[in-house]
């Protein structure tokens, strides 16, 4: 009984904390000063917001075929990601899209 | 309960970027807003499996996820070489 | 020819997941979808280290749970960002060189950068990786060279 409840709260925690990273890319969807700026924002929704989310889901659903599905669509999610948000950011480059640099000397060089 | 929560936050997330696919401002901002909501309806398909206790949802969500990588794929190649590929395309660059 | 039966296995092992049922008709139907499909595979001349790169799966599981950390680490500082706008943002592009031998090491490191928000790798010329990142910090982190060194592990196993 109360390790059902434990289980409970371990999956509410992971579905909160999903649902504030998911919200809070997608502020930075909208905030962020430019295009290559506004991608990390949709990084953040992409690996904590549907991770958090999946696995609050699959805590749910334990050691079954469904859960299973969900773990999958999860490393499904993560290969796809990064290489959408590339394959954008390389044809945003290649079409001419000038990425805002700022002048803040931090040590990382500019090129 | 926690499920309802859940899918009002997936709500607003796609909201937020349903606003940036109206803002835009160049076509490449429309398309990660196009891709963000494409990966928050994956999470609604799965969310709303377990709201309505039918797991039967997540085959689709995965079909979702599958067809949203490929789309936003086609989309950018589309953009770039200004047609769907074809013995006549150049060989990648990669 | 192992890369086929690695991919076959594969290919099945989804199949079954996602079917769920096993009576013989679709247990067939499944088969020969596995069977085109790795044909396809073949005609398309992928099966090889590059396109089933699973000799690496054993090193790269390895690495995974470091590569999490690093995400949960980069999400709470871009979303503190994001949410409290007194924090600096200083967008810059900085170009690392990627010390993977292959092309599969190559691609698992700059999907690595681009899985940690806070650092979008934008374009890959030869060896090295021009990478868009949010803040200075994000960026050094990345020149750092501990993530490097990691997928140079995966890629070689020393």
């Not at chain 1, 999903?18 to 690996?47: C, E, K, N, Q, V």
């Not at chain 2, 936050?9 to 963000?36: E, Q």
């Not at chain 2, 067809?67 to 660059?93: D, Q, T, W, Y």
Request: with cysteine.
């Amino acid at each position: 009984m109360t390790l059902q409840l434990v289980w409970d709260l371990l999956s509410w925690g992971c579905l909160l904390l999903g649902s504030a990273f998911a919200i809070t890319g997608g502020i930075g969807l909208l905030r962020l000063p430019d295009f290559y700026a506004r991608m990390h924002g949709g990084g953040i929704t992409d690996t904590m917001g549907a991770g958090l989310i999946l696995l609050g889901l699959g805590f749910q659903a334990g050691v079954s075929l469904v859960g299973a599905k969900l773990l999958l669509i999860l490393v499904f999610l993560l290969i796809t990601s990064p290489t959408t948000a590339h394959a954008l950011a390389k044809a945003a480059l290649a079409d001419g899209v000038e990425p805002f640099v700022s002048d803040d000397p931090g040590k990382a060089g500019v090129p | 309960m926690m499920f309802a929560m859940t899918m009002v936050a997936v709500l607003v997330t796609l909201a937020l970027a349903l606003a940036r696919a109206a803002l835009g401002p160049t076509v490449f901002d429309r398309i990660l807003a196009l891709n963000m909501i494409g990966t928050k309806t994956v999470l609604l398909i799965a969310v709303i499996g377990f709201l309505t206790e039918r797991p039967d949802f997540l085959d689709l969500a995965l079909l979702y996820a599958l067809m949203n990588f490929i789309g936003v794929i086609a989309v950018l190649r589309f953009l770039k070489v200004g047609h769907f590929g074809g013995a006549e395309v150049e060989p990648s660059g990669e | 020819m192992r890369h086929a039966i690695a991919l076959t296995v594969v290919f099945a092992g989804i199949w079954l997941l996602w079917s769920g049922h096993l009576e013989a008709l679709l247990l067939s139907l499944g088969a020969l979808s596995c069977i085109v499909a790795v044909a396809l595979a073949a005609r398309m001349r992928i099966l090889d280290d590059e396109g089933v790169p699973f000799a690496l799966a054993g090193r790269a599981a390895r690495y995974l749970p470091w590569l999490l950390l690093q995400i949960v680490k980069a999400n709470i500082d871009v979303a503190r960002r994001i949410l409290n706008p007194r924090l600096p943002v200083a967008p810059r592009l900085i170009r690392v060189h990627a010390r993977q031998q292959s092309a599969v090491g190559r691609a698992l490191f700059a999907n690595s950068i681009t899985l940690t928000p806070g650092t979008v790798s934008v374009d890959v010329d030869g060896e090295t990786i021009v990478v868009h990142a949010l803040t200075a910090e994000a960026g050094n982190d990345v020149l750092a060279g501990e993530m490097n060194r990691r997928v140079v592990w995966v890629e070689q196993g020393s």
